[in-house]
C-alpha cells in the first residue's frame, strides 16, 4: 500500500469545509419514510450531487421514494456494488437537545465536536463521506475502480422494494463484491471493528384460537374453567415446549449451534482472550446470561446460536383490575434469529412440525418477514482490502465471524452471489434515537479511509 | 302446608297494578355504582318505602351508598337474614332497543310480556318482590318470621364494605338463616332450581420481572436473545407447571377435586341421569370439553373441580406490526375457581411454594380478592322450606350441590355462622347486558312465592 497522505487525502483536507457542508445540507433535509416526508427531494438532491460527479443515474421502484442506481464505468478491471440508504427514522416524542433537521455542530459527550442530526449516523453521514470519497479520487487520478452505487429510500420501512430490485437488476449488478460504507468505531482511538457476516432473522406470530380442539368461540365467563379449556394456556403449552429450560431453542431438527467454519473458530478463540462477562453484562443490563459458560462458549453462541425471542405476548383483558374470563384467542410475536446454517423456510417448517408432532397442529403460524444470514470469508478480497485499509491508516483491526444483529446481507451473497465487507473508520452512535450524532474528525477519517479502501480494493495490494 | 292461594296471595292479586308500578318506579331511578350515579337517591326511596311497612332502618357504612338494614322483630320464634342489593351496572355502549331506565313493558323475545330495564333482573325486581311479599304478610295476619334485611348499594363493584359490616354486626344479625330472594326459573314452564352452594374465587396476578435470575433490566434488542433470557419465557415456563395437559390445576398438594359429601354424590348422580353433553357444549360455544368423562365425572368436575383460569396475558410488544425486543416484564391475570375444601390462603400457597419448588420463586405472585366456597346442608330448615315452597307451587326442583360461579355467600357460613338458600319462583335474565328483563307473570310469582318460603319457613311445615 502506498503510505499515507495519499493526494486524494490531501484533497480532502483541502476541501474538508465544503463536504462538511454539504453533508449538513443534506442532514437539513428531512426524508422520514414512515412518514413519507421528503423523499423525493432528498432523491432529487442527490441525483444532482451524483451527477455532477460523472454518475449515471437511475431511478427504480415507486416514484415516491426511488431506489437510485449510480454508475461508474471507468474501464477498471475490479466493480464494487456499493449500498446506501437516504431515509431516516422518525423524530417524533424524542427529547432532541438540538433540532434534529438543524444539523447543528456542538460538542457531544461521547463524540465530542459532532454533527448531530437524523441521520447523522444511520446513514447519511455514511452516504456523503463515500459521495465525497468518489470526488476526491475522481480529483486526483480517477477512480480506481466501476462503481455501482444502490441507493434506497425505504430502509428504515423494511426495504420493501430492494429484493426485487436486486433479483430483476442480477445482470445490471454484476461485480466482485459489495460494499457498505459505515462507521467501524467506538471513538478514533478503538480498533475498528470487521465483521464477516450477520445473522438473519424471521418474524413467527403463534396465533392459538378456539377450535375443534376445545376452547369457547367466544369470550366465556371464567366460571367455566373446569369445563372449557383456554386458548391462552395453549399457547403457554405450545411455546413451553419450543425452548429447554435455559430459554435456548429446542426444536426437533435444529441445531444448537450454526455453522462454524474452522476460521470462525480461530476468531473467537482470539476474541475469547479478552472477553470479559462481568462487563458485557453490565453493558446488556443484565444479571447472568442464559448458561454460564466458559467465554469461548459465550461468543459461540452470541454469534451462532439460533433463539427464538418472544417480541409481545397476549391474551384476553389487558387493562387494569380484573376480569374473570377465558379467551377465545391468545397470540404471541416471535423473532427467531438465524445464524449460518440456518435456513427460513425450513426453520419454520421444523418449528411448525414440533408443534404439530405435539399435538399442537392448530396453532397458527405466520411468518412476517425473514431473511437467512450471510457470511462472506475473511479471505475474500472485499475484506483484505478493509484490513488493509485500516492498517494503512495505523489501526489492527478486530475481526468478528458474525455479527449478532440482523443485516440482509444476504442480498449480497444469495441474490447476487457476491462477497461483501462493511466499515470505514470514524465513530458515530444514537441511530433511531434523540440527538444522534457522528463525530467530525470521525467523519473525515470515514471518508479518507473509504478512499484509501477503493484504492486498495482496486490493486488487490495487500 | 296451607293449600294456595292463600289469603296472602290473594292480596297481591289485588294490590298487583301498585305493586308492578312501584316496581317500575323503582327501577326508573338509576343506582349505578361504578358511576357513582342515584345511589344516594335511592337509599332514601328504598328507606322510605320500607319504614312505611314498619321496618325499623338504620344505615351503615359510607353515605354515598349506606347499606341499609331494615329489621322487623315480630317476636317470632325464627328470623330470617335476608340479603339484597340497589345498586346496577352501568349500561354505556351497550345497544339497548328501550331505554334502560324507561322500565317499559313490552314483549321480550324470551320473556313474553316483560319489563326491560337495568335492574329488573339483577336484582331490584327481587328486592322489590320481597318488600311487597313482607307488606302482603303484614297485611293479611302478620309477619311469620322476623326479619334482618341487609340491602347494600355496591354489589356490583365488588361489596366493599359488606365483609366488614357483617364482621362488625355479628350479634344484631344473628338468625337462624340467611336467604337472597332471587328467580329460579327459566321459564314458568321449567322447574326452579335450588343450588345448595357456590364456589370461592381468588384473583392472582403472576408477574415475572428481570432480576437476579437474568432477563434484561430494560427492554432489550431480541438480536442479544442468544445470551440474555426473557421474563415473557420464563412465566410461559412458570405457568405452564401449573396444569396438566388437559389444563387442569395441577399444583402439589392441591386435589382434583373439592370436598364431595355423600348427598353432593347422590344428587349429582341424579343430575346425571339428564345430563347431555353434545347440548352443554352448544350452549357453552366449545367444541369440547377440557376432557371426555362420562356425565357423572363431568358434573363432579364443573361443581367440584378447582381451575386456573388465564384472564389476560401481557408481555413486550402489544401493537401491530413487528418490534423485535426482549421484554423486561410478563404478566398473567389469572383467578382460581374454588371448591368447598380449598381455602383461599392454603391454596394461594400451594401455587407459590408449587413454583418457589420448581425454581421460579422470583416470580410475583399478587392476590387481588379471594373468598372460599359456602356450602349448606341439604336438610338445613332453610332449604327445606324453599323446597316446600315450590311444591305447594306445583314444582318439583332440581337439586344441585354447587353453582359454577362464584358468590360470597360464605359471608353467611363462615361469618355469620347461619345456613343459606336463595331462590324464588319466575324468571328474568340479561344482567350486565342491554334489554335487561323480568317477565311480569315472573314477578308475581316471585312475589307469591316468597310469602309463601317465609310462611314454610316459620312454621317449619314441610
Known sequence: MTTLPTPTHTYIDAHWDEHLERTRAFLRQPSISAQNIGLRETAALLRQW?????????????????????????????????????????????????????????????????????????????LMAFLHAVEALRATGGLPVNLKW????????????????????RARLAADAAFEPFWSQFTLETAPIITLGTKGVMGIEFTCRSGDWGGPREVLHSSLGPWVASPAWRLVQAL??????????????????????????????????????QETLTRLGAARFKRDRPPLEQLEHIEFAPALNINGLKSG??????????????????????????????????????????????????????????KTPLAAPVVQALIAAYRAHGYEPTIRPIEASATPYYLFTDVLGLPFAWGGLGAAAGSHGPDEWCSVEGLKALEKSLTTFLAAFAVQDF
Open 317 to 374: 383483558y389487558l387493562g387494569e383490575g380484573s376480569h374473570t374470563i377465558i379467551p377465545n384467542e391468545a397470540r404471541a410475536l416471535c423473532d427467531v434469529r438465524l445464524p449460518p446454517g440456518l435456513k427460513v423456510q425450513e426453520t419454520f417448517q421444523a418449528i411448525k412440525d414440533h408443534l404439530a408432532r405435539r399435538g399442537f397442529g392448530d396453532i397458527e403460524l405466520r411468518m412476517d418477514s425473514g431473511y437467512p444470514a450471510a
Open 50 to 126: 451524483l451527477e455532477e460527479r460523472g454518475a449515471r443515474v437511475a431511478y427504480f421502484g415507486e416514484e415516491a421514494r426511488p431506489i437510485l442506481l449510480a454508475e461508474w464505468d471507468v474501464g477498471a478491471p475490479k466493480t464494487l456494488l456499493v449500498y446506501g440508504m437516504y431515509d431516516v427514522q422518525p423524530v417524533d416524542g424524542q427529547n432532541w437537545t438540538t433540532p434534529p433537521f438543524a444539523a447543528e455542530i456542538r460538542d457531544h459527550p461521547e463524540g465530542g465536536e459532532s454533527i448531530v442530526a437524523r441521520g447523522a449516523c444511520n446513514s447519511k453521514g455514511p
Open 240 to 277: 413451553s415446549t419450543l425452548v429447554n429450560a435455559h430459554q435456548e431453542l429446542s426444536v426437533d431438527g435444529l441445531p444448537p449451534l450454526g455453522t462454524i467454519e474452522p476460521e470462525d473458530e480461530a476468531l473467537l478463540h482470539k476474541l475469547a482472550e479478552t472477553f470479559n462477562a
Open 150 to 169: 444502490t441507493i434506497e429510500g425505504e430502509e428504515e420501512i423494511g426495504s420493501l422494494a430492494l429484493p426485487g430490485f436486486y433479483h430483476a437488476q
